[in-house]
T-cell receptor, first 114, second 114 residues
Framework: AQSVTQLGSHVSVSEGALVLLRCNYS??????LFWYVQYPNQGLQLLLK??????LVKGINGFEAEFKKSETSFHLTKPSAHMSDAAEYFC????????????FGKGTKLSVKP | DAGVTQSPTHLIKTRGQQVTLRCSPK?????VSWYQQALGQGPQFIFQ???????QRGNFPDRFSGHQFPNYSSELNVNALLLGDSALYLC?????????????FGPGTRLTVL
């Protein structure tokens, strides 16, 4: 069965510092991987996705993630945090043939200190 | 480009009542998925509709049912409401056959059961 583990329910960084949010997945077949961001009282916005091809994926707002099959990881990074990045981030996995239902991690709340 | 819309925004019901939530998919999308997000948790997959049929279902009881209309919009119905049904209900749309399963979420409906 598929599963997603996000290490750290809360991460705090200073403005301008590197953002690193960790995601590990479990999947019996090559996965499709996603990162979503959720601002308070809002729905989820797609940040980036990995399906096939290049393992380093660039998304919106300066975020990127790297698919590492050997480590079953899909960590999200941003070189320099901005106050507007404060939100909750969810990693999700889908498998080919599953008609695309997403399995989400429990989320990581990112705080950005001035 | 119209995104995913959901109605109502908020809803308060009492135990035992029934509720209907509505979703209109992003323009051009034909597949609708529903998720339940309890407070402090990641979204959990309820079911997915495609071509007016339930294509896949998560681990939710039969009290949760849905429908998809010819214009691809969808409804989620929950009968015999329990206190534990209080959550943010998210609708997501996608386009079948694209192979990447990226789903685009609406703002959600906040359901409170008293």
């Amino acid at each position: 069965a598929q599963s997603v583990t996000q290490l750290g329910s809360h991460v705090s960084v200073s403005e301008g510092a590197l953002v690193l949010l960790r995601c590990n997945y479990s999947s019996s077949v090559p996965p499709y991987l996603f990162w979503y961001v959720q601002y308070p009282n809002q729905g989820l916005q797609l940040l980036l996705k990995y399906t096939t091809g290049a393992t380093l994926v660039k998304g919106i707002n300066g975020f990127e993630a790297e698919f590492k099959k050997s480590e079953t990881s899909f960590h999200l990074t941003k070189p320099s945090a901005h106050m507007s990045d404060a939100a909750e981030y969810f990693c999700a996995v889908s498998e080919w043939g599953s008609q695309g239902n997403l399995i989400f991690g429990k989320g990581t709340k990112l705080s950005v200190k001035p | 480009d119209a995104g995913v819309t959901q109605s109502p925004t908020h809803l308060i019901k009492t135990r035992g009542q029934q509720v209907t939530l509505r979703c209109s998919p992003k323009s051009g999308h034909d597949t609708v998925s529903w998720y339940q997000q309890a407070l402090g948790q990641g979204p959990q997959f309820i079911f997915q509709y495609y071509e007016e049929e339930e294509r896949q279902r998560g681990n939710f009881p039969d009290r949760f049912s849905g429908h998809q209309f010819p214009n691809y919009s969808s409804e989620l119905n929950v009968n015999a409401l329990l206190l534990g049904d209080s959550a943010l209900y998210l609708c997501a749309s996608s386009l079948a056959g694209t192979g990447d399963f990226a789903q685009y979420f609406g703002p959600g409906t906040r359901l409170t059961v008293l």
